[in-house]
């Protein structure tokens, strides 16, 4: 079945530092991909769509120029957090396209900024 | 606005003790209901996915159902093992990013 790889899966990085987090599908070509955030006891909030070769689409306030995320290649999307804050301190996740039935989601990546 | 409300939020039962999860939503218009599984620390898991009202669907003790306002997510006889918190998910008809809206899940725990 189709496998989401995601990088880190946990890290914590110093207040007003960048970071990137990684998501590779393994054994498909995914044309798009989503990142979801999920605080403690929250549901996932999708937070934006990254396509290859376009610009990522965001949803309603989510911060562009603070949340950067690129698709390089066909199976490879990154989500940059710029000059985090704790406030940015979350789970985060991306997901693929249903391959057969069900969206198939990364492992997550922990975000702690101190 | 697209919503889903999944109850209870936490649920604690005997192994063996059989019981449902709900999920209510609200929609412009369904292209299908997700459940997934998700552990602590963990990326969701898929169960099911339903796309129309009357559908079912069974994977071992699990069985998903669903009507034109909600969808059930019974459990037969648990164990310890199906521990987890269980997320609800639409997909909807029309919007552009194609991505879910998720429920805040019902935290279930199975005890010995």
């Known amino acids: 079945g189709a496998v989401v790889s995601q990088h880190p899966s946990w890290v914590i990085c110093k207040s007003g530092t960048s970071v990137k987090i990684e998501c590779r599908s393994l054994?498909?070509?995914?044309?798009?991909m989503f990142w979801y955030r999920q605080f403690p006891k929250q549901s996932l909030m999708l937070m934006a769509t990254?396509?290859?070769?376009?610009?990522?689409t965001y949803e309603q306030g989510v911060e562009k120029d603070k949340f950067l995320i690129n698709h390089a290649s066909l199976t490879l999307s990154t989500l940059t957090v710029t000059s985090a804050h704790p406030e940015d301190s979350s789970f985060y996740i991306c997901?693929?396209?249903?391959w057969g039935d069900g969206y198939t989601f990364g492992s997550g990546t922990r975000l702690t900024v101190v | 606005e697209d919503q889903v409300t999944q109850s209870p939020e936490a649920l604690r039962l005997q192994e063996g003790e059989s019981s449902s999860l709900n999920c209510s939503y609200t929609v412009s218009g369904l292209r299908g209901l997700f459940w997934y599984r998700q552990d602590p620390g963990k990326g969701p898991e898929f169960l099911f996915t339903?796309?129309?009202a009357g559908e079912e669907k069974e994977k071992e003790r699990l069985k998903a159902t669903l009507t034109k306002k909600e969808s059930f997510l019974h459990i037969t006889a648990p164990k310890p093992e199906d521990s987890a918190t269980y997320l609800c998910?639409?997909?909807?008809?029309?919007?552009?990013?194609?991505?879910?809206?998720f429920g805040k899940g019902t935290h279930l725990i199975i005890q010995p």
């Open positions: 990254s396509n290859e070769g376009s610009k990522a």
């Open positions: 997901s693929a396209p249903p």
């Open positions: 998910a639409v997909q909807v008809t029309g919007g552009g990013a194609d991505g879910l809206t």
């Open positions: 054994d498909f070509q995914a044309t798009t």
């Open positions: 339903l796309y129309s």
